[in-house]
């Protein structure tokens, strides 16, 4: 999606950024995929989206507390706290990490409260 700079002025003289919902209602599906390919997106391409892991639903499969969550991760408790709250989005190394907790906990676990290499 290209971005485009424009003036005030051009914003009001194309309606304020005001979304058509006529036009909008009237797009189909073959549209869709029409623009797509246009983009040079594939439309038959698997979707690349995959959802967020949530730091209180991977804590909460553990059974951990705030508190030791924290301590796990090697993080204040404050951080986590505004991760669960929304507050703050993780960065993708964060996301990365509570993906392997998630998925396999067993090796997460013992990695991050094994002894430490000198």
Same mark, same amino acid.
């Given at each position: 999606?290209?971005?485009?700079?424009?003036?005030?002025?051009?914003?009001? %003289?194309?309606? +304020?950024?005001?979304?058509?919902?006529?036009?909008?209602?009237?797009? @189909?599906?073959?549209?869709?995929?029409?623009?797509?390919?246009?983009?040079?997106?594939?439309?038959?391409?698997?979707?690349?989206?995959?959802?967020?892991?949530?730091?209180?639903?991977?804590?909460?499969? !553990? +059974?951990?507390?705030?508190?030791?969550?924290? @301590?796990? !991760? +090697?993080?204040?408790?404050?951080?986590?706290?505004?991760?669960?709250?929304?507050?703050? @989005?993780?960065?993708?190394?964060?996301?990365?990490?509570?993906?392997?907790?998630?998925?396999?906990?067993?090796?997460?676990?013992? %990695?991050?409260? +094994?002894?430490?290499? %000198?």
């Amino acid at each position: 999606m290209a971005v485009t700079r424009m003036t005030t002025d051009q914003i009001k %003289a194309t309606g +304020g950024g005001r979304v058509d919902r006529a036009r909008l209602d009237a797009t @189909t599906d073959d549209d869709i995929r029409r623009q797509m390919i246009e983009d040079g997106e594939d439309p038959d391409a698997a979707s690349q989206f995959a959802p967020s892991v949530l730091a209180q639903d991977v804590r909460r499969k !553990l +059974g951990l507390t705030q508190l030791a969550f924290a @301590t796990l !991760l +090697g993080i204040p408790v404050a951080t986590l706290r505004n991760w669960e709250q929304n507050r703050f @989005t993780m960065d993708p190394a964060a996301q990365t990490l509570l993906k392997l907790i998630d998925r396999e906990p067993e090796a997460a676990l013992r %990695a991050l409260s +094994g002894p430490r290499a %000198a």
